[in-house]
């Protein structure tokens, strides 16, 4: 392959910034109000993207700085829009991230808060949790786990030890999270999911606009995450520092790493984790579960063995992509992030291996400029990932394959399961039937049978 | 501890018809933890900009003010796609340490060998203001070397709101304006400012007027290009569609160029209609005059017994509107009234005083009239007025829906067509598909009605 031109612009980002993480992990608390300080605009873009993926009410606040702000420091309008937050919404938790605007002017957010806290701080004051967010380091992945850390260092204080299982399960989708939730149900296990934003982010018609909706991980539970038998953490590219291994540092909970559970093997990684965790077999439901997908792929592999996909989006989930296309005969070609974790490679060469798949070229710290560049001159059969990449696909004439976040295009894209032997299921059928349904619209003469 | 959805500092900017005599707050900042619908000045200037298509447009600054405004307008182009495409910079800590100069005029030197655009224009954002680049020199420089206007937007972020990122905008088209060669225009000829295509209405509209003989010569900015731009100080009117987005650069065009402007909407039966004959009127024409009744009547011939359908159906029912800019709220009160419908709510993001006491002066007793609203606002006044329908754009989508009603989206996300006779009849029909949806039957709010 012929060395890619490297601009220095970049051209359809395939990564978003960090703040956005931030406040989408903030929302998956309970009763917390995602707080941006800096400009108005900040919080309005990212409300926008995120509504219009999850197709629900985002409330993110802002400190709404203006230019004088910007000379003489933020610190007023960040006690102000605290202030005013807390009469409006009453939040048990404001989550607090900064942006580019307060990072560059320098605003010390911990001795702002611990001003704000002495002159108006009182019994019935929310908690508020900072995380430092610039936009210009990192992206949207580094904001969603920088902001779960957070959480937990400044919530999660000393507890005695319990049974519960600390759960952090990533940035995954929301039918993804009620999916572990059964999950830890079939095992019986009592687990703390942080975040959990499956009803803040996906809940159901109501009378009356919530302030904050119901649902998230309840603050009592993450303070006691310091007391729980232990910590499992989902990914494979995770920052060196998370919230997984604060607990462990600081309140001993020993912490488990696995990837994202997608695919069989994967998936099997993490059943066998919970059942050594639990003591307890891995339930029936999910045994059934992981024998008709093994059956399904049998009856459907003729039509995809060979495809050749390009795949993109958050580092963790196209790894946990790749290792599943590998396990049911699609060749993920190309493999890439607009992420820059340094681990992405070989955790995919991980996760292929034994599959007598090539390794694939795998590219972090990418845009759709190059994506469309690579996967053009690679020849691909399918395009995989979240809806950016519909500008491609369509100018190639391919199929996209639309998973991950955000799904702009599509009603129910919130509602979309990657994870365990359902999520693989639902995968593998929808990656099946679109090749089937390519040839068969290509037909000359069209089949009624496959 | 008990909630307060509506904030001390906020009641000034709310106003209910016939309460009191007409006064209300607007033009100023959002207050801190509001929740404001509002984006920021390089919102207003990308916007505007946007449907520019054959123009670079690079976003100076960290990506997320790029990828947040990827392809988000329905404006469409006849020719190149430039436009639909995001640059960024994409600053790093580096580049704000050390200064975003040599690595924007890189960036600009590759991209304009790449895409070979009429034209760049460069977006400042808050950083960008703060590390203090000097976007004039390096894009005076990059303009020199390339032989085409590399234009600095000087949009960041936290100077204001919207309204300051239109002004900056227009201040970027006016150093194009001017430059072109203006031979051969029509004496009846207009620029088209104000109307951004979305979903191809500026086609229609230009139709409408070519059919009573005007020659369009820029769009701006929908489906707009360079060249057009540079030469529309040789058309002969300004027509000026939207609140304000493109009024200072007919202010401008005026003072330069001595071009007088109109103020028009294309919404709804009647504003279209006094659209056409401002223009017929401006030229003093009587065959001009003539053939603009023609248009109109020949439009409403086929539209009014179509609309008097939905009219029926929807006589009564209950509206509320919020949008960006005032100006579309007007034209949508008298739209809603064409329909049988009354509008109990209208509020925008950026209105003026004159907006404003316009709105008062047009709506029914007891019309709640909001500058600068908020969620927990919007939602309290949709619950309060039993509203049937919810007019905005996509931030506003979910709050509607969430509390059961229907929603229509006359943002700039849109894909139907609103404008002229043809768009009053798609908003007829998409409001009639909205509102008798047999959904609103399994809502709460309605479900608890019949319980009661």
């Not at chain 1, 409006?88 to 808060?113: F, H, Q, R, S």
């Not at chain 1, 077999?281 to 045994?287: F, S």
Request: aromatic share 8%; charged share 25%; with cysteine.
């Amino acid at each position: 392959m012929s060395k890619m031109p490297s601009y220095t612009a970049t051209t359809n980002a395939c990564k978003l910034c960090k703040p956005l993480g931030a406040s989408i992990a903030f929302r998956g608390i309970e009763s917390c109000v995602p707080f941006l300080h800096g400009s108005q605009g900040c919080a309005t873009y990212m409300r926008r993207y995120i509504i219009s993926h999850f197709n629900e009410p985002i409330d993110i606040a802002s400190s709404s700085l203006g230019e004088k702000n910007a000379i003489y420091g933020g610190g007023p309008n960040l006690k102000l829009g605290l202030k005013n937050v807390t009469t409006k919404y009453a939040p048990k938790l404001i989550g607090v991230a900064t942006t580019c605007l307060t990072e560059t002017i320098g605003d010390d957010v911990p001795m702002l808060l611990a001003e704000y806290h002495k002159e108006f701080g009182g019994p019935e004051s929310p908690l508020v949790v900072h995380v430092s967010t610039p936009s210009y380091s990192g992206t949207h992945m580094e904001g969603f786990h920088i902001a779960v850390k957070a959480v937990i260092e400044q919530l999660a204080g000393e507890a005695e030890a319990n049974d519960t299982l600390n759960l952090l399960s990533g940035f995954v989708s929301t039918a993804d999270i009620r999916y572990l939730r059964e999950v830890m149900d079939d095992f019986g296990i009592t687990a703390t999911i942080l975040p959990d934003y499956s009803d803040t982010l996906d809940g159901p018609a109501l009378n009356d606009y919530p302030l904050i909706p119901e649902g998230g991980t309840p603050l009592a539970a993450i303070k006691q995450m310091g007391g729980a038998i232990a910590t499992v953490e989902l990914g494979a590219t995770l920052p060196t520092e998370t919230g997984g291994t604060v607990l462990q540092r600081a309140h001993g909970v020993k912490l488990h790493r696995t990837g994202m559970p997608i695919g069989i093997r994967a998936t099997d990684d993490f059943f066998d984790l919970l059942a050594e965790l639990s003591g307890k077999k891995i339930p029936k439901r999910h045994v059934a579960a992981r024998g008709r997908l093994v059956d399904s792929m049998v009856d459907g592999h003729k039509y995809i063995f060979g495809k050749r996909a390009v795949v993109y989006g958050e580092e963790d989930l196209v790894v946990g992509l790749a290792g599943f296309l590998a396990e049911i005969g699609v060749k993920p070609v190309l493999c890439a992030s607009g992420g820059k974790s340094g681990k992405m490679a070989a955790s995919i060469a991980a996760a292929i291996d034994g599959l007598d798949c090539d390794l694939p070229v795998v590219k972090e710290d990418v845009d759709f400029f190059d994506i469309e560049t690579m996967a053009k001159e690679l020849g691909v059969d399918l395009v995989i990932g979240h809806s950016k990449g519909y500008t491609f696909a369509r100018k190639e004439n391919l199929p996209l394959i639309r998973v991950g976040f955000p799904i702009h295009d599509r009603v129910g894209g919130q509602r979309i399961l990657h994870l365990g032997y359902h999520g693989a299921q639902a995968l593998f059928d929808l990656i099946a039937n679109t090749v089937i349904d390519q040839k068969q619209t290509d037909s000359p003469v069209g089949y009624s049978y496959m | 501890m008990s909630t307060q959805p509506l904030l001390k500092e906020r009641t000034k900017q709310i106003h209910r018809k016939g309460s009191a005599p007409f006064e209300l707050d607007c033009n100023k900042d959002s207050l801190a933890g509001a929740v404001s619908q509002r984006a920021c000045v390089f919102c207003g200037s990308r916007v505007v900009l946007y449907p520019i298509a054959d123009a670079l447009h690079l976003v100076h600054g960290p990506i997320g003010c790029a990828v947040y405004t990827w392809d988000i307008r329905g404006a469409l182009s006849s020719g190149p796609e430039l436009h639909r495409l995001s640059f960024s910079t994409d600053l790093q800590e580096l580049d704000v340490i050390f200064g975003g100069e040599k690595k924007l005029a890189k960036a600009l030197d590759e991209l304009i060998d790449l895409h070979q655009p009429k034209a760049a224009f460069v977006y400042s954002t808050c950083i960008v203001g703060l590390i203090g680049d000097d976007l004039e020199a390096v894009c005076k420089k990059t303009s020199a070397e390339k032989g085409i206007p590399v234009l600095p937007v000087q949009s960041e972020g936290l100077k204001g709101n919207k309204r300051a990122g239109y002004e900056a905008a227009c201040h970027a088209m006016g150093r194009l304006v001017g430059t072109g060669d203006i031979a051969g225009i029509s004496k009846h000829s207009i620029n088209i400012l104000g109307d951004f295509n979305l979903a191809g209405e500026i086609w229609l509209i230009r139709e409408y007027f070519q059919r009573i003989g005007i020659e369009v010569v820029a769009n701006i900015t929908g489906d707009g290009r360079i060249a057009d731009i540079q030469r529309s100080h040789g058309a002969a009117l300004n027509v000026v569609q939207c609140s304000g987005s493109t009024m200072d650069l007919a202010n401008m065009m005026k003072k330069r160029f001595g071009i007088p402007a109109v103020r028009v909407s294309y919404f709804g039966v009647e504003d279209m209609a006094e659209a056409l004959y401002t223009v017929a009127r401006h030229f003093g024409e009587p065959e001009m005059m003539e053939k603009a009744r023609r248009v109109v009547k020949e439009e409403l011939e086929t539209l009014l017994p179509e609309l008097a359908r939905y009219k029926k159906a929807l006589s009564g029912k209950k509206a509320a509107i919020y949008v960006g800019g005032a100006f579309k709220a007007f034209s949508l009160v008298k739209a809603f009234r064409l329909i049988g419908m009354d509008v109990v709510m209208v509020g925008s993001q950026t209105g003026t005083k004159e907006d404003y006491a316009e709105l008062a002066e047009i709506t029914d007793q007891g019309t709640i009239i909001v500058d600068d609203a908020n969620p927990l606002e919007l939602s309290s006044f949709l619950k309060e007025k039993d509203v049937d329908l919810f007019v905005g754009g996509v931030k506003e989508r979910p709050i509607a829906y969430k509390l059961g009603v229907a929603f229509c989206d006359h943002n700039h996300e849109r894909k139907e067509m609103l404008a002229g006779f043809q768009g009053m009849l798609n908003f007829a029909r998409e409001v009639y598909g909205s509102v008798m949806s047999p959904v609103w039957k399994f809502v709460p709010r309605r479900i608890q009605e019949k319980k009661l």
